[in-house]
Structure formats: structure tokens, C-alpha cells
């Protein structure tokens, strides 16, 4: 695709899908084409987000495998022979906001549960921002010392409560983050 978004002709030939010799017009607006980020958190999308990718954005991740996955990111673009000059991070997290840890796990739990249609409850509690704004506003930070530098959180709730849970969010956790 890169070399597509150059202007360029391109021919490929490969094990999965082969095409003659074409161009993209018109070229994309942004010289290079888009940014390409990469999702995933298994050893194959990290070896990708390190040859190819411009960011990385998994989900369901700790602090600490986000961390560990930024660091083989690096260590693979290294042995790769790419010099990253400018590299996006970001996280999307499960977030809801309730009196405490235990009563927003319940609402996380049953909504996530609901979603996915499997039980929720352990991967709610691991991997959401629960509770109140100081509770919720910790454990993006810790997503934040691991590296991250765009959090996208998903307000797990009832959806009527979904745009007062942002709300809150944006006027009561993100005033106590250290950005």
C-alpha cells in the first residue's frame, strides 16, 4: 500500500494475491499515505507494527504487557534494520464510572458479559478502568507509564448512560491525570 500511495506503478507478485503493474490516482492528500497502525498483541502483529506499522494499538492488554509489547516492538524494528523516528501508542479501555470499584465491575461485568456473549467478569476487573474518577484516573495512568500516548475509552454502561459517562470522564478523571 505504501508504495501505492507514493504514485508510483506497482506490480506484485506473492504467496496470497499477485496483480500486474498499476497506479493509485489520485494520490493521498498526506505525501506517503495514511498512517498504518497496527492492532493485535500476539508475537505476529508486534514483528508487523515493527517492520511496517507507524503505531500500535491493542486491546485487552495490562500496563505491563503494553509496555512489554512497545519494547519488543523495538527491539524487532532494531533487528530489522528500521530506525523508528516517530511511533504512535495507544490503548482502548473498557471504562466505567461508579460509586466504587465493586459497583462499576458490576455494571463493566453484565454489559461486556452482554456484548461478547461469554462471561466478562475477570477480563472487566483486569482490564477496565473501574470506579471512581480517582480510581479510574490510576489505572490510566499506569497505561500511561507504560507508554501509551492516546487512551480510547470505551464507556461500558447502559447506553443511555453512555454520554454522561464520557462526560464525567472528560470533567472529573482527565483533570487528574499527569499528561
Known amino acids: 500500500m505504501k508504495r501505492l500511495w507514493s504514485g508510483a506503478r506497482v506490480e506484485h507478485r506473492g504467496k496470497y494475491f499477485s496483480f500486474g503493474e498499476i497506479s493509485m490516482q489520485p494520490t493521498p492528500r498526506t505525501p ?6 497496527i492492532g493485535g498483541r500476539a508475537d505476529g502483529p508486534l514483528k508487523r507494527a515493527a517492520r511496517y ?5 491493542p486491546y485487552v492488554v495490562t500496563p505491563n504487557r ?3 509489547g512497545l519494547d519488543f516492538i523495538g527491539k524487532e ?8 523516528t ?4 495507544s490503548i482502548q479501555l473498557f471504562c466505567t464510572l461508579g460509586e ?3 459497583a462499576a465491575h458490576e455494571v463493566a461485568a453484565k454489559f461486556l458479559s452482554r456484548r461478547y456473549a461469554v462471561d466478562m467478569r475477570e477480563a472487566a476487573r483486569r482490564y477496565g478502568a473501574l ?3 480517582a480510581d479510574v484516573a490510576a489505572k490510566v495512568s499506569e497505561y500511561i507509564r507504560a507508554g501509551a500516548r492516546d487512551i480510547g475509552i470505551d464507556a461500558v454502561t447502559h447506553p443511555s448512560e453512555r454520554n454522561a ?3 464525567q470522564f472528560g470533567k472529573e478523571v482527565i483533570p487528574l491525570l499527569s499528561l
Request: aromatic share 12%.
Open 77 to 84: 524494528a532494531a533487528r530489522a534494520g528500521r530506525q523508528i
Open 100 to 102: 466504587s470499584v465493586e
Open 53 to 57: 506499522g507507524d503505531g500500535w494499538m
Open 86 to 89: 516517530a511511533f504512535g501508542s
Open 131 to 133: 470506579g471512581r474518577p
Open 66 to 68: 503494553f509496555a512489554e
Open 32 to 37: 506517503g499515505g495514511p498512517p498504518v497502525w
Open 165 to 167: 459517562q464520557l462526560e
